[in-house]
């Protein structure tokens, strides 16, 4: 199961994911330690997404809420970036000054390839990620345009930018509407950095587990229909180890993670 995480260079923190996905629990002490060293890992990798100059002036971010209060946080928050990379959402959250009075931020952004950068540290302060939760929730954005359009003959996300057109046959109609599907990396990293936080954080509570749609539906569509919430946070909570995902590879769309989960779930568990 290291496989998923080769985008990990830290060999200790590797082999804790891949621990993780096996079904271990971790130490409180150790989980903390992991979250940490995770963190210390996702400062390369965002070097490399936005670039030294870049990253020198503009992280860490300043788009961090205060302290968490002694009983919190008691949740997670899964969403969607609308957008079609890491590199433009880690941009956004920075410090860099924008027209735009918002000051939105998460804990993690989770790239197509799984590759998990702290943005704020979960340990320890609150993220600007969800209006109504931000001050009891973690949250992890996950790269995804979500919801798309069609103008003419041309796919569109945010209603505007054109839609890559080498993922175009990947696209994904539900219910009249078209939607980006999730990679089957983003799936099994996030069953990892859930598992993770859960054993640093005796605060967190399964049902707490949400996405940004539950927790804002007036405004919000994310994740959509094409992340399997319910089933994917079963999956989590369980601690069975999951070994059916040893198959698929990790370019694999998540429209296959999804009919495991729905016709063969037991399958997934040891």
């Known amino acids: 199961m290291s496989d ?36 210390t890992e ?60 918002l000051t939105s931020s998460s804990h993690y952004v989770m790239s197509r390839r799984g590759v998990i950068a702290t943005v704020v540290n979960p340990l320890k302060s609150v993220a600007w990620h969800a209006r109504k939760t931000s001050y009891t929730h973690i949250g992890v954005e996950h790269v995804n345009a ?57 605060t967190l509570l399964q049902k707490n587990f949400v996405d940004h749609e539950m927790v804002d539906p007036t405004r919000k569509k994310d994740c959509g229909p094409l992340w399997p919430l319910a089933n994917l946070n079963r999956l989590v909570f369980s601690w069975k180890p999951i070994k059916g995902f040893d198959s698929l590879e990790p370019t694999v769309m998540a429209k296959n993670v999804v009919a495991l989960f729905n016709s063969e779930a037991e399958d997934l568990l040891a």
């Open 4 to 39: 998923w995480f080769t985008w990990i260079e830290n060999e200790s923190l590797r082999e804790t994911f891949s621990a993780l996905l096996g079904g271990e629990k971790l130490s409180e002490a150790d989980a903390i330690k992991a979250v940490s060293d995770l963190a």
């Open 146 to 202: 979500g919801l798309l359009s069609k103008s003419g003959t041309k796919i569109l996300y945010m209603e505007q930018h054109p839609y890559p057109l080498d993922r175009v046959p990947h696209v994904q109609e539900v219910y009249g509407e078209l939607w980006e599907p999730y990679l089957s990396t983003q799936v099994v990293n996030n069953i990892a950095l859930k598992r993770l936080l859960i054993c640093a954080l005796p």
């Open 42 to 101: 996702g400062e390369g990798h965002i070097k490399r997404l936005v670039g030294d100059s870049f990253y020198r002036k503009y992280f860490p971010t300043d788009r961090v809420g205060p302290p968490w209060d002694d009983d919190k946080p008691i949740g997670w928050v899964d969403h969607y970036t609308a957008g079609v990379s890491a590199r433009g959402t880690l941009r956004w959250f920075s410090s860099q000054k924008r027209d735009t009075p």
